[in-house]
C-alpha cells in the first residue's frame, strides 16, 4: 500500500472480507505498508486506509 500522500502520518489500516469481518488491523507511519494475503481465502476484501482526516478504502479481488 503507497501511503506517500499522508505524509507520514499515523494510519489505521483494516481489511474487511465480503461478510464484514475485520480480518486485518495494523497501524503505521511509514510511507508503505506490506499485507501478506496469503493466508486469506478467495474472494472480495476492502481495505481502508484512515488518516486523522480521510478515510480511503478500495476493494481487491483474491484469486489464486
Not at 6 to 31: F, H, P
Request: no cysteine.
Amino acid at each position: 500500500i503507497d501511503l506517500n500522500s499522508l505524509n507520514n502520518e499515523w494510519v489505521q489500516i483494516r481489511v474487511i472480507n465480503s461478510m464484514g469481518q475485520l480480518v486485518y488491523q495494523g497501524q503505521t507511519s511509514d510511507k508503505s505498508h506490506s499485507l501478506d494475503l496469503s493466508e486469506y481465502a478467495n474472494g472480495i476484501y476492502y481495505v481502508q486506509v484512515q488518516s486523522k482526516d480521510v478515510i480511503y478504502q478500495n476493494k481487491i479481488l483474491l484469486e489464486r
